[in-house]
């Protein structure tokens, strides 16, 4: 455990961590066991239990305390963030930022915690009495987090549930755990009271151990069936989980080319294109598919990929050297079956993975079947856009959308009728606001983050009538 009070037990498992670059050894955590675990647990319900009636400024106060160590922390958390899971050095410093927010967004959220007053005589005969609704915490939030981003998704289950006034056990992802335990340093030493906050270290049987804990709300970011086997393990434990997509972008006529090709590019290649919001499927207009393709290629010549820590790299590497050879193994499984054509890219060194384009990709070729999480753009042509939306309807996911136009007749189409959690105009799925409710629908997820509805849905209500 993160927390030095907390270790009990000696341990003799540990995760090995290496830069997926460069594969030198960035650090090792000792795994903690299902024991340990429930005891973090244990620790965690005392400290709810103390924190449960602090004040809403106090709630700030601590989460504005540790913002400011994150701050003053930043340049070594962003370099932890790229050297163990290959982002580029910008993006871990962009996501240290944002995360920074995300934890005083939180804090000004604990201060507009409101309930409402409603009155029990609204039909003829009703009592005459006032209920009062309000918000109380749940006790202990079990957050689960993946290696994309490890500090920012932390911070949007720990924000909210601190504000909420809970306690939080955190298990990060064992490909890139050194960052949120760096983050729980932090906590203590912005004044976090003991056990407010602790991380457990390890892979699967770590999060089910953690899941069958005495929790009192799971938050999981990961996959469809890794989330379904939490949820079991949890029994009746609340659960927000944000599962992933296979998210589009419709770029249409009257749509800005220049600007919707930037969007593709920075959506898709962000972290080597392992976030779960990416531009999965790009849907292309017949009228200017041409167009936009010839404009596509060049800016993807144009991509510098390799070494995550030199300021001048676009794009790092994905996670680890498995993962590169799926995405090349689909990339091939599409080609040879004739349902999809290369036009860059699909090759890899190592963890390295070349910026790739495919077009005439059919509808359930293998590298758009499923979540690809690779740097993979995979073209798609439509003609119309109600056909279009339907078959991303028929799709298991629906996590979020990008369409690009000024039609208003066709923003409306879309807004309405695509089944996803969020529809973006003139931006790529991938966009989020840290304030604003984020999260989708089928196979995509339960609930939603985003600091002012996780608050509330790390609450629970409690209404008084008299």
């Keep these: 455990m993160a927390q030095a009070q907390a270790a009990i037990l000696p341990q003799t498992e540990t995760i090995s961590i290496r830069n997926p670059f460069s594969g030198a050894p960035v650090g090792e955590l000792c795994v903690n066991t299902p024991v340990e675990i429930d005891a973090a647990v244990i620790n965690a319900k005392a400290a709810a239990r103390a924190f449960r009636f602090s004040t809403p400024a106090t709630r700030r106060a601590l989460l504005n305390a540790l913002a400011a160590e994150m701050a003053a922390d930043a340049e070594n958390l962003a370099r932890i963030v790229s050297s163990e899971m290959g982002k580029t050095i910008r993006e871990a410093r962009n ?45 202990v939030v079990g957050a689960i987090t993946p290696f994309n981003y490890p500090v920012n998704l932390l911070c949007h289950k720990l924000g909210p549930a601190i504000a909420a006034g809970n306690a939080v056990v955190a298990k990060p992802s064992p490909k890139a755990p050194l960052a949120a335990n760096r983050l729980c340093e932090l906590a203590r030493k912005a004044g976090w009271p003991d056990d407010l906050f602790q991380v457990v270290n390890g892979g699967a049987e770590a999060a089910l151990a953690l899941a069958r804990a005495p929790i009192d709300l799971l938050s999981f970011t990961g996959g469809p069936a890794a989330g379904l086997a939490l949820k079991n393990a949890s029994g009746l434990v609340r659960c927000l989980m944000e599962l992933g997509g296979n998210d589009p972008l419709f770029v249409l006529p009257d749509a800005d080319l220049d600007r919707a090709v930037a969007t593709t590019i920075g959506h898709r290649f962000e972290i080597a294109g392992q976030s779960c919001a990416a531009v ?61 054509r290369l036009l860059a890219g699909g090759n890899h060194d190592g963890t390295v993975f070349a910026p790739t384009v495919l077009t005439d990709v059919a509808a359930n070729a293998p590298v758009i079947a499923e979540e690809t999480f690779g740097p993979v753009i995979a073209i798609r042509r439509f003609s119309d856009a109600g056909a279009a939306i339907a078959e991303v309807n028929a799709g298991e996911y629906g996590l979020q959308a990008g369409v690009f136009t000024n039609d208003h007749a066709l923003i409306r189409m879309f807004s309405r009728n695509l089944a996803v959690g969020g529809v973006m105009i003139n931006e790529g799925p991938d966009f989020r606001a840290e304030h604003v409710p984020f999260g989708g629908i089928k196979r995509s997820g339960l609930g939603r983050e985003g600091v002012r509805v996780a608050i509330r849905e790390m609450s629970e209500q409690k209404v008084v009538i008299d």
Excluded at 114 to 137: F, K, Q, S
Excluded at 283 to 309: C, N, S
């Design 95 to 139: 996501e240290i930022r944002r995360a920074q927010n995300t934890l005083k967004l939180a804090g000004d959220a604990a201060t507009f915690l409101d309930g409402e007053a409603l009155h029990c005589a609204v039909v003829e005969g009703g009592a005459d009495r006032l209920a009062t609704v309000t918000y109380e915490p749940v006790g």
């Design 280 to 340: 999965k499927k790009l849907y292309l207009h017949a009228d200017i598919e041409k167009p936009f393709t010839d404009r596509l290629m060049a800016a993807v010549d144009g991509v510098e990929f390799g070494d995550p820590a030199r300021d001048d790299t676009d794009m790092g590497t994905v996670i680890d050297l498995p993962a590169a050879r799926m995405v090349a193994e689909r990339i091939a499984a599409t080609v040879s079956a004739g349902e999809g």
